[in-house]
């Protein structure tokens, strides 16, 4: 990745320059010291490449006007609604059980896998797929790292979630039938929501190809239970895909499609 530079926060220490030296040689990007020098500053002297900035709970990227880094964002949220009983969409939609291993495909700033594993308990986990390689070491090393006052079992949540860098649409071929209870998507919307403006940074970098009929029959063989892909509500792929099932809130902006997977037919949950 030459078209990106990795530095440290300006009150640097060995350790750190370590690290952003080893994440720089794992991107295979180049590290320049920090030496006082603004985020503007470096950006331009590299000729408007991005830049990833090391501190010591997070890594930054700098990318045009945009900035990116790992937030557990509306997931808090939502464990604290499922601790009190409330119902979450996704997790209705994916039928978790206790216990339960998922495949999240499109794993994104890693959200909805949190609140995946959550759901799943002590037992489950989640392994998340992530394209862009870039995200996949913001969103590995955001849930390595990442600090919160307010929810010590979150520690525990983020810990039983795996970061896979890569293709799913080669890496679902390489998983065993059966490997998981689900299969989730929620490809990058081609039409951007209103509500999303948040994800312009994300946006630049994910993967925009839509899934295709092949991808979901890959999926349903390496389910034991279920599909799902996320979607606006409106959205064409739901007929050039044709779930089982689609189901969502009268006024949600998204909906959820559902296919069966190979070890239960549709319709088999508790």
Not at 23 to 35: C, H, N, Q, S, T
Not at 70 to 94: E, S
Not at 179 to 202: C, E, H, K, T, W
Request: charged share 30%.
């Amino acid at each position: 990745m030459k078209e990106l530079l990795v530095t440290t926060v300006h009150k640097s220490t060995s350790v750190l320059e370590e690290r952003a030296r080893a994440l720089a040689a794992e991107l295979g990007a180049d590290f320049v010291p920090r030496e006082g020098k603004s985020v503007e500053w470096l950006i331009r002297e590299a000729g408007g490449k991005a830049l990833l900035i090391v501190e010591k709970n997070d890594l930054i990227l700098h990318q045009g006007e945009e900035a990116f880094f790992f937030h557990p964002n509306m997931a808090v949220l939502r464990i604290q609604a499922l601790k009190k009983g409330q119902r979450d969409p996704l997790v209705h939609a994916l039928d978790i059980r206790s216990g339960d291993q998922i495949l999240d495909c499109t794993l994104g700033l890693g959200a909805d896998a949190l609140v995946a594993a959550y759901a799943a308990g002590d037992k489950g986990a989640v392994t998340g797929i992530e394209h862009n390689r870039l995200i996949a070491l913001i969103v590995r090393e955001g849930l390595q790292h990442y600090q919160h006052r307010k929810s010590d079992d979150l520690y525990r949540i983020m810990a039983r979630i795996r970061v896979l860098q890569g293709d799913h649409r080669a890496l679902l071929k390489s998983f065993a039938k059966g490997s998981f209870d689900s299969v989730y998507f929620d490809p990058m919307f081609r039409q951007a929501l209103r509500a999303s403006n948040g994800i312009g940074g994300l946006r630049q970098l994910a993967d925009p190809r839509p899934i295709e009929a092949d991808v979901i029959a890959e999926a349903r063989r390496v389910a034991r239970r279920r599909v799902v892909m996320k979607e606006r509500r409106d959205s064409p792929e739901w007929d050039r895909l044709a779930p089982e099932r689609v189901e969502g809130g009268k006024y949600a902006p998204v909906a959820y499609g559902i296919w069966s997977g190979g070890g239960e037919a549709f319709g088999g949950e508790r």
